[in-house]
C-alpha cells in the first residue's frame, strides 16, 4: 500500500522568497531605479529566490544582474516578512549586505533596471514615496542600527 499523499503540502501557504542587498560605501547606500506599475521607484539590488539556488547565490546573482557588479555578501541584517494587500501577496525577504572599500558603479545587465544611484540616507528619506517597499528604508535602518546574522547561520544542502 502507497502512503505516500500526493496532496502533501498543497495546501501550505508559501510566501514569494526574495532577496536584497544592502550595499555601503561611507554612508551611502547603492539602489536601483526600475519602473513598477509604470512609476520610476528605488530599491535595493533585489529579486526571488530560484529553484536548486541558496540564499547567499540568489543575492549574488540578483546584484550582478540589476548592477553589474560582482560581490558577495558578508552577512545577513534582517528576515522581513511583507504583505501587499493591493496584490495579495507575501513576501519573505532576507536582506543583506556588503560594505564596499571603495565605491562601485557597474551598468545593470537587467532590462528592467533602468539606472543604479548612490544616495545618503537622507536622500532615499525624502524618496520615501518613491521607494519600491517600507522594506527599502527599512533594511537600511536595520544596517545601521548594526543588525548582524552570521553568514554561518544559513544552511543549505544545494
Not at 29 to 47: R, S, Y
Request: proline share 4%; charged share 20%.
Amino acid at each position: 500500500m502507497n502512503s505516500h499523499n500526493s496532496d502533501h503540502g498543497s495546501m501550505q501557504f508559501k510566501p514569494n522568497t526574495t532577496v536584497a542587498a544592502v550595499i555601503a560605501y561611507q554612508n551611502k547606500f547603492l539602489l536601483v531605479e526600475e519602473i513598477e506599475n509604470d512609476k520610476h521607484v528605488f530599491n535595493q539590488p533585489a529579486g526571488h529566490l530560484e529553484a536548486n539556488e541558496n540564499l547567499v547565490d540568489a543575492t549574488k546573482r540578483e546584484i550582478l544582474e540589476e548592477t553589474g557588479l560582482i560581490l558577495t555578501p558578508q552577512y545577513c541584517s534582517g528576515i522581513y516578512y511583507y504583505h501587499r494587500p493591493e496584490l495579495s501577496l507575501y513576501f519573505l525577504r532576507f536582506c543583506f549586505v556588503i560594505e564596499l572599500s571603495e565605491q562601485l558603479l557597474g551598468s545593470p545587465q537587467d532590462d528592467e533596471i533602468l539606472a543604479n544611484h548612490w544616495f545618503t540616507l537622507e536622500q532615499i528619506k525624502t524618496k520615501s514615496s518613491q521607494l519600491r517597499s517600507p522594506m527599502v528604508l527599512e533594511c537600511i535602518e536595520d544596517y545601521l542600527a548594526g543588525q548582524k546574522i552570521d553568514l554561518s547561520t544559513f544552511k543549505t544542502n544545494l
